[in-house]
């Protein structure tokens, strides 16, 4: 048998060529981590200095150039929640059917990933316009929370889904098996068993399907978003400041954009904290629910 034999000084140069590139991404990913903290550090150093108790608790006021931000924090949060009812449930039963119920080779399943993969590329601004054609004309919610929440778990539905089948994909056959063969239905499995060792992924999944939904501006742009709504709203009919729209709004128009900049970055900052708490929130439950499981 022939001994394969490599050139002199082979090993140095494929070393070297490692090296090369493994500093080629290292260079690259610290490039980005700097990009990133850049942005934060402007916003920080251009918005601290705004918030305080006054910005946090009030109405905007003297034309939005003053006062705080108060029922824009409110709206924002009940249109995450709102959206978080309408997509969790669709879309976790979703994940579940096609991972559990329906045939993996099955023309169903393909339509449906396909569909959810193509749902997920379109344009937030295509989502809004569809909303207000649905939601805000065609079933007569007009511009409301009710059709903001609805649009907001459509454009969040097909992370969720996806997020859902992936995370029960990864749990071994054998364990199914084991609960089928102790005499648990298909059901029982899925419920007590499946689910549960899936969750850590799949609460990652819905909180930062929040965190994508909170800084949204175009679908409630059409359906639900007000320019200035200073009372916190009564109803889900009732139209809401948020956060992203009250950005756009003092940072394009006004009557005094030289004064509204200050309240932008500290509008900013604050979707930012936001945002930050949410994935911080994932994280944290993640673990919560990675502990149980070992627990158990």
Known sequence: MAIETFPKGYGARKRRSQKTAFGIFRGLSLFIVLVL??????????????????????????????????PAII??????????IVAFPVGIMSGIYMNEYASKSGWAVKFIRLMTNN???????????FGMALFVKYLGFGDSILAG???????????????TEEALKDIPAGIREGSLALGASKLQTIWKVVLPMGMPRIITGLILSL????????????TCAAYFFPQLPSS??????????????????????????????????????IVLVINLLAGVLRKYFENRLKLK
């Open 37 to 70: 903290f850049a942005i934060l550090g402007f916003i920080i150093y251009r918005g601290a200095g705004v918030i305080d108790w006054t910005f946090l608790t009030e109405a905007p006021s003297d034309g939005m150039t003053s006062g705080g931000i108060f």
């Open 211 to 222: 965190g994508r939904v909170s800084g949204e501006t175009a679908p409630i742009l059409f």
């Open 236 to 273: 889900i009919f009732d139209q809401c400041m948020a956060l992203p729209y009250h950005l756009y709004v003092i940072s394009t128009s006004g009557t005094d954009i030289e004064a509204q900049q200050p309240i932008a970055y500290g509008t900013a900052l604050v979707l930012i904290i």
């Open 149 to 163: 929440s609805l649009t907001l778990g459509l454009l969040s539905l097909p992370l969720v889904i996806r997020t």
């Open 119 to 129: 749902l997920s590329g379109v344009p937030s601004i295509v989502f809004g316009l």
């Open 75 to 84: 709206g924002t949060l009940l249109l995450m929640a709102g959206s978080a």
